[in-house]
């Protein structure tokens, strides 16, 4: 079988050429480094199938960092096997810089075709490129394409099979000189006036106007979140689950005889003769309310606002102005990518620690991500449950997160050795968003939501029952009753909450609503729950990133500053 | 000759001497900045957070100790 290997500098747009030839979706965004495992595709090529391979971006095939050196062992292979070949996707508007990968490629055992990508931009940036004589130079053929809108992608397709071997020579010493000649030989850069865009990149980036702007960037962004998160709960999804879901379940629980075994575990317990959503907890009520009425609204406003900022380029710059508060904790501005994602779900957000470089930013990023960001299905759970004590609630809930978030960071980077490195990345220039892109991406992460958190949510409902029928809470409620109950203040039900937070922490909090707690006592579970232990898919994807031994480390330090922080809210509080 | 961190925002300079082990050369020459490039500085950040800089059309961020061992002639 064929395989084609995809591969270019960081943020040329090589996953939206994958997505564009398999079909197959993958997330993209504007800003280097949001591929950070490869992934496998399929094409049709010539009635054969042939395998498409997303590399990680490369600015080198002398690797500087552990995602480069990925990049190059994956060549490495390639160059070994038969009909494989390179499609070097190329950013037109950074030609001089991108063809230092491109002369890189053309010395190794393997044929390459170029695909001159953000084609478009060249346009409005003032650059012309003469791509025959460019194709002539390199010896390779050269194809201009728009990924994003697939403009010039059937014609990649057609000349795949004109790939072939480079046959231009030069010494490695000389290799930028060489760039230079091809530069002076096939581009113009013509005057330009300076657009909007560039004015707004600029005053992003200069504390004095980008200070300002991140403030207003980021209260924006919450307030649309709330904004649109309860307006989808309380004029969509609450009415439909109250007009339409209720009466077939209360249907459902007078055919079942109103209690029992099977009602319990579809329906739930009637609270005052009546279902309630909220505090049933049947697989059929509150196993279907909590993902899709209480969070699913919170996850797809939460993705809107994410995706626009991912797609324009802001990331990136807000990495720059936090880059210093980012040191205090031991990383650096990059890992403010991980954090942001990690409020949406902690599974990408472990993932993404990889843009750090260093084991010990990986392991403090991870840690203090897991610790001290709770998930949007987390915090819908959360703002459900204290929303009726308003701001000082919510205030206390994330404010003390926050603190902790900062606070342990702080501790890491004096505690741990070693030190962690300055910020190096490239910023790419604000674009405008293509609508259909962002609903595409908008439309993955909700889908990749329902399939991964809709099974286990029903999961831990059911084993809620289960483990209250066998009896098993009110064992684990006398064992743990000196912690539960004298450290946190809390009443021995909650340890139920504890023990399905390992699975699920929407479901977790959920389970909190029931149990009649003070503001205090929500405000300590709420905070317990959310720092205590990861939910087992993020637990899993940490293992894999961190290592057992390290894994097992970050979970001491979870587990002691969930203890501490509970008790002194308790004590203060 | 002055460093990057002396320049002044919106000068230009050439690039023509980098200090450092031959790792930071590396990475920087793959943004494609190396000696006998023309660097803008972009932007600074306030006590000495990273500096911001354009060779081109690439645009890059580096701490501040990197920008300290990349030296300039100013135009």
């Known amino acids: ?573 | 000759m002055t460093d990057l961190t002396q320049m002044r925002r919106g000068e230009r300079g050439k690039v023509v001497k980098i200090e450092g082990g031959f790792g930071l050369l590396r990475r920087l020459e793959a943004l494609g900045i190396r000696k006998g490039v023309e660097v803008t500085k972009a932007s600074a950040q306030i006590m000495r957070g990273p500096i911001t800089l354009k060779a081109g059309n690439t645009e890059v961020a580096i701490g501040y100790g990197m920008a300290r061992r990349v030296f300039v002639e100013l135009e």
């Open chain 1, 1 to 573: 079988m064929k395989r084609i290997l995809l591969m270019g500098n960081p943020n040329v747009g090589k996953s939206v050429v994958f997505t564009r030839l398999t079909g197959v979706n993958v997330i993209t965004s504007n800003y280097p480094g949001t591929t950070v495992e490869f992934r496998k595709g399929y094409m049709r090529l010539e009635d054969e199938r042939a395998e498409v391979i997303d590399v990680p971006g490369t600015y080198t095939l002398e690797p500087t960092s552990r995602a480069e050196e990925v990049a190059v062992e994956m060549l490495e292979n390639a160059c070994k096997e038969e009909g494989t070949l390179v499609i070097n996707i190329v950013d037109a508007t950074n030609l001089e810089r991108n063809l230092n990968l491109t002369l890189q490629l053309l010395k190794r055992d393997i044929p390459v075709i170029v695909a001159l990508n953000l084609w478009d931009e060249t346009r409005h940036t003032g650059i012309s490129i003469n791509v025959e004589k460019l194709q002539g130079m390199l010896g390779v053929p050269v194809v201009p394409t728009v990924a994003v809108t697939g403009e010039g992608i059937k014609r990649l397709v057609d000349r795949l099979r004109e790939a072939r071997k480079g046959r231009y020579e030069y010494e490695d010493n000389e290799r930028w000189h060489k760039v230079g000649k091809v530069i002076e030989e096939t581009q113009r850069v013509g005057h330009r006036h300076h657009t909007f865009l560039e004015r707004l990149a600029e005053a992003s980036i200069t504390p004095f106007t980008g200070i300002p702007i991140a403030l207003i960037v980021i209260s924006t962004t919450f307030k649309i979140i709330r904004f649109i998160g309860e307006g989808l709960i309380g004029y969509v999804f609450e009415p439909l689950f109250d007009k339409l879901w209720m009466p077939v379940m209360a249907k459902l629980s007078l055919v079942l005889g109103g209690g029992g075994f099977i009602h319990d575990i579809l329906i739930g317990q009637l609270i005052d003769g009546e279902i309630d959503f909220g505090q049933s907890f049947g697989i059929l009520t509150t196993g279907i309310f909590i993902p899709i009425g209480a969070v699913l609204p919170y996850i797809f406003a939460f993705y809107l606002v994410l995706n626009f900022l991912e797609d324009s380029g802001y990331l990136p710059r807000l990495a720059i102005l936090v880059d210093k508060i980012m040191h205090q904790l031991g990383l650096h501005g990059m890992a403010i990518i991980p954090m942001m994602l990690g409020l949406g779900c902690n599974v990408p957000g472990a993932l993404a620690t990889r843009v750090l470089e260093t084991r010990r930013e990986r392991f403090i990023g991870a840690t203090l991500m897991a610790i001290a960001i709770p998930c949007m299905a987390q915090i819908a759970m959360i703002v459900g449950l204290i929303g009726e004590y308003g701001a000082k609630g919510m205030g206390l809930v994330f404010g003390t997160l926050f603190i902790v978030w900062f606070v342990l960071g702080v501790l890491m980077n004096l505690l741990l050795k070693g030190e962690s490195p300055e910020i190096f990345v490239e910023i790419p220039p604000y674009r405008i968003p293509y609508f259909g892109a962002l609903t595409k991406k908008l439309w993955m992460r909700i889908k990749g939501f329902l399939k991964e958190a809709l099974p286990f949510v029903l999961l831990g409902v059911f084993i809620v029952n289960i483990l209250y029928s066998l009896k098993v809470i009110d064992f684990l409620g006398k064992v743990t009753a000196p912690v539960i109950t004298r450290v946190l203040g809390l009443p021995i039900e909650a340890v139920a909450a504890l023990v399905i937070g390992f699975l699920r922490k929407d479901v977790a909090v959920g389970m909190l609503a029931p149990l009649g707690l003070s503001l205090k006592q929500i405000v300590v579970s709420c905070v317990v729950l959310a720092m205590y232990f990861p939910c087992v898919a993020t637990f899993a994807v940490l293992v894999k990133e961190l290592g057992v031994k390290d894994m097992l480390k970050s979970a001491i330090i979870m587990i002691l500053s969930a203890l501490l922080v509970g008790g002194l809210l308790n004590l203060i509080l």
